[in-house]
């Protein structure tokens, strides 16, 4: 898996389709403003809601669930629901017991045959499914459910609105009193450390202001070096950001997200070289986290916000 779901799925587009890679994105990307391509959704004033084929659940004991992203995997799992599912992603590999369950394909490439092999009755993903797979899904029964993350708000919501969906409400109240936690007023004083919450290194993908991403740090005492920056978009989550603007940010900390533990000694190397060019001293220090705990948001985002809060200290 290159870099989770925030890349794929997670990453709210102006067109209805899916790049099935990082590169493609990039390509298929405009730059605008402060150096940044900008791939999200319009602003809107409104938190946005779980869309689901129907507001009637499936009584339990019938329940077949496909997940379609490993997000959608976690919050299903959360919600006491891994008995009922039948197929997973590829990617799908948290909490462990999910290793059992069907694969049926990659997250990148959805085969809407093996999902149907499955004959599910509930379909979880994340916002950012194609309309014609939606369509095909539904026209054969399942009922599709899009998990729609924006802002750290939006987790109480949509864990309610699919516990509902699946028929899960008791365990979901749970879980929404839980992350009140994240609603609370971020502690961001002017002298807190600003860092550049790096997604992607090549090419250069960032976790702008906006992001449920960046809430997080904020919420845990960091500031986004970018916040505030002349010519910023305003209105996207994640941005690609060129090379030289981001080596003129003044930041303290840069924090990249690798995938696996192995990964670590090459992305550090990689990311150093950058950080040597940077003009400005101090130059920011390095900071690698796990990229499966940090840029899903999914229901460990308590954990993720718990591990930066320790480490602040």
Not at 41 to 46: L, Y
Not at 249 to 263: K, M, P, T, Y
């Amino acid at each position: 898996m290159f870099l989770s779901e925030l890349l794929f799925f997670e990453v709210k587009r102006t067109v209805e389709q899916r790049f099935r890679t990082a590169i493609v994105l990039m390509v298929a990307s405009f730059f605008v403003g402060f150096g940044f391509a900008t791939h999200a959704r319009a602003a809107s004033p409104a938190t946005p809601a779980l869309s689901s084929a129907s507001s009637q659940p499936t009584p339990r004991a019938a329940r077949r669930i496909v997940s379609l992203a490993p997000s959608a995997t976690e919050w299903v799992a959360a919600l006491g629901l891994v008995g009922s599912l039948v197929g997973v992603t590829e990617q799908c590999d948290f909490p462990p017991e999910v290793g059992k369950i069907a694969k049926i394909g990659s997250f990148m490439r959805t085969s809407v045959e093996q999902v149907l092999l499955k004959h599910p009755t509930d379909v979880v993903a994340v916002e950012g499914l194609p309309q014609i797979l939606i369509q095909k899904l539904s026209a054969r029964g399942a009922r599709v459910h899009l998990l729609k993350i924006n802002r750290l708000s939006d987790f109480s919501q949509q864990v309610l609105l699919l516990g509902q969906a699946l028929g899960a409400d008791e365990i979901a109240k749970q879980w929404a009193e839980k992350f009140k936690i994240l609603n609370a007023p971020a502690d961001v004083r002017p002298s807190a450390k600003k860092v550049m919450l790096v997604v992607a290194l090549q090419p250069l993908y960032v976790a702008t202001p906006r992001s449920w991403l960046s809430e997080l740090f904020e919420r845990a005492g960091f500031q986004n070096a970018l916040r505030g920056l002349p010519s910023f978009p305003s209105d996207v989550d994640f941005a690609s950001l060129a090379l030289e603007s981001a080596l003129s940010v003044r930041s303290d900390q840069w924090i990249l997200f690798s995938e696996e533990q192995a990964a670590h000694a090459r992305l550090e190397a990689q990311a150093m070289k950058l950080i040597e060019r940077i003009q400005v001293r101090p130059r920011p220090e390095l900071r690698i986290l796990s990229a499966d705990l940090f840029t899903r948001p999914g229901p460990r985002v308590l954990q993720a916000l718990q591990m930066i809060q320790e480490q602040r200290r």
